[in-house]
């Protein structure tokens, strides 16, 4: 059993397709339970409002679809319809600088944050962050660690650059069940090569953030690492 974590890491949290800040917060209301005591989760909204039935009917993450109340994405796929799908290819995509801005003044006024996590299209999104933090685009951008639920990387050809070798040093944690059927494990798997010496979490369940008891020591043995690396520095 690793000794505790001596103060709380502060994770900016990235919510997914058709939810909000709120609702991601409720969404891993156990994960907080889980972690209360070596985490401090923030949550913020994605600045797109996601239109109503026909985006939701064709929205790349159906399982969030239900019952969502102001429901908001990161970025669209479909940039005529304002809608999204994780594996529609495109050669455009629409507003994700707008996001990247939105992360970046959360950091600015919510801030600093030593982590960051990202569920499905947030996870996705947060893949491309800690690239535009690697390659010096965003100095704002300090975070020592990512947490990828559920990630992809993005179909959309104006995002290739953000792909690009070397793969990125920042320590992460990448978390995805063998039976989700929105983001199949394959498709996270995909991630793995962006980042170097990747940590994975795999869990038997569907599309959602894992936080039973057998998944703690996983999450808590990946900050504790962190930390320790931070003390010696």
Not at 147 to 175: D, N, T
Not at 199 to 213: D, I, K, R, W
Not at 223 to 233: A, I, P, V
Request: charged share 20%.
């Amino acid at each position: 059993m690793s000794s505790p974590i001596s103060a709380p890491f502060r994770i900016l949290c990235i919510h997914g397709y058709r939810q909000n800040g709120s609702t991601f917060r409720e969404k891993t209301g156990a994960l907080r339970k889980l972690l209360k005591k070596q985490v401090e989760l923030v949550y913020i909204d994605a600045p797109h409002q996601v239109p109503g039935e026909g985006a939701m009917q064709k929205a790349g993450e159906q399982e969030t679809a239900g019952g969502e109340e102001d429901p908001r994405g990161w970025w669209f796929s479909d940039v005529q319809a304002k809608s999204f799908d994780a594996g529609q290819e495109c050669e455009a995509s629409l507003g994700l600088e707008e996001s990247v801005e939105a992360v970046r003044q959360a950091v600015q006024d919510l801030g600093p944050f030593d982590g960051i996590l990202g569920f499905s299209q947030g996870a996705a999104l947060v893949a491309m962050l800690c690239a535009l933090q690697e390659q010096g685009k965003q100095p704002h951008f300090k975070f020592r660690f990512a947490i990828l639920v559920a990630g992809f990387r993005s179909a959309c050809a104006q995002h290739g650059k953000l792909y690009e070798a070397p793969a990125l040093s920042l320590p992460s944690l990448h978390v995805f069940g063998q039976t989700d059927r929105v983001i199949p494990e394959t498709k996270s798997q995909e991630l793995l090569s962006r980042f170097n010496r990747p940590q994975v979490l795999t869990h038997p369940g569907g599309h959602f953030v894992p936080a039973a008891s057998a998944h703690r020591q996983i999450y808590l043995d990946f900050l504790k690492k962190l930390q320790n690396e931070g003390e010696m520095e």
